[in-house]
Nanobody, 116 residues
Framework: QVQLVESGGGLVQPGGSLRLSCAAS????????MGWYRQAPGKQREAVAV???????WYANSVKGRFTISRDNAKNTVYLQMNSLKPEDTAVYSC??????????WGQGTQVTVSS
């Protein structure tokens, strides 16, 4: 059974930092492109950051220079370091695992709220 379990969300003041983690099980983690997505109330889900099996990364323009995605294949975990957080970063953040020719898997999400 595939499981993606996110953690690390919470309430943080503007300018603060959080690190999200997504622990995967039931998949060959090193063979999966891993991504972080977010969905704010009333908005569509959007991609935030992606890391390929070789470690190449992609970021949404809105988070470039503030967020960093990384992966630890030994721990089957992907991380999202979020710095200089803004109120507009408030959303439910979910991780995604995608292997070639397979349907993607999603975690349940973790709430990030940026507010003073």
């Amino acid at each position: 059974q595939v499981q993606l379990v996110e953690s690390g969300g919470g309430l943080v003041q503007p300018g603060g930092s959080l690190r999200l983690s997504c622990a995967a099980s039931g998949i060959i983690f090193s063979s999966n492109i891993m991504g972080w997505y977010r969905q704010a109330p009333g908005k569509q889900r959007e991609a935030v950051a992606v890391i390929t099996t070789s470690g190449s990364t992609w970021y949404a323009n809105s988070v470039k220079g503030r967020f960093t995605i990384s992966r630890d294949n030994a721990k089957n975990t992907v991380y999202l370091q979020m710095n200089s957080l803004k109120p507009e970063d408030t959303a439910v953040y979910s991780c995604n695992a995608k292997e070639l020719n397979r349907a993607p898997y999603w975690g349940q999400g973790t709430q990030v709220t940026v507010s003073s």
